[in-house]
């Protein structure tokens, strides 16, 4: 079912069991910070860490982090387990029920989202470490341009409850491009 050239040329992989979560708030930066995250310096822009998770920051107080495959997402998940209310204006919000995580990846990704998105995100206009917050598909999501040197890749998040109809619109879309689901334990797989 998959193989590197799926994953060059177009694939979709669920992510959606990896954590992620955000922080918001006037001191969520600093508390970041300190637990060892580099974090973008405008809001819509993120930040790939060296653990291999990811720190988008949506506004000017709210950040999202998604967990890395090398590790299965257990240190964004240690974050949330972690958090405790305080003084400090950071508030935990919770995104594992909340939205779905899907990765497009392989060098027909700008095309593929042409068709569903109104946001121009070929690389020259959506350079990597770009946020989009926009409407793909009819549905409000999360666009991260995460892509490296050798594969463009897409992380995209939508809302949870409608990652059945968002996964069958992106399927839809890829089809002309040859694109297939990936399963994660596959990508994992090939990643060791």
């Known amino acids: 079912m998959t193989s590197l050239n799926t994953l060059e040329r177009c694939a979709l992989i669920d992510f959606t069991d990896l954590p992620r979560v955000g922080f918001r708030g006037v001191d969520s930066a600093a508390w970041l910070f300190e637990r060892g995250y580099q974090l973008p310096d405008t809001p819509n822009r993120a930040l790939p860490q060296a653990d291999g998770s990811l720190v988008a920051r949506l506004s000017q107080t709210e950040y999202l982090l998604l967990g890395s495959l090398a590790d299965r997402g257990e240190r964004i998940a240690a974050e949330e ?98 694109g297939q689901p990936v399963a994660l334990e596959a990508l994992e797989k090939q990643l060791i």
């Not at 003084?87 to 569903?116: C, F, T």
């Not at 350079?127 to 409407?135: E, I, L």
């Open 81 to 178: 387990v972690g958090w405790q209310l305080t003084d400090l204006g950071n508030y935990l919000l919770p995104r594992q029920d909340s939205h779905a995580w899907l990765q497009l990846s392989g060098q027909h990704v700008a095309e593929v989202m042409a068709k569903i998105c109104g946001v121009d995100l070929r690389p020259q206009a959506f350079p990597v470490g770009h946020v989009a917050q926009t409407s793909v598909a009819r549905l409000n999501v999360i666009v991260i341009n995460s892509s490296s040197c050798d594969l463009p890749r897409l992380h995209i998040l939508c809302d949870r409850a409608s990652l059945e109809y968002f996964h069958g619109a992106l399927l839809d879309a890829m089809d002309e491009f040859g």
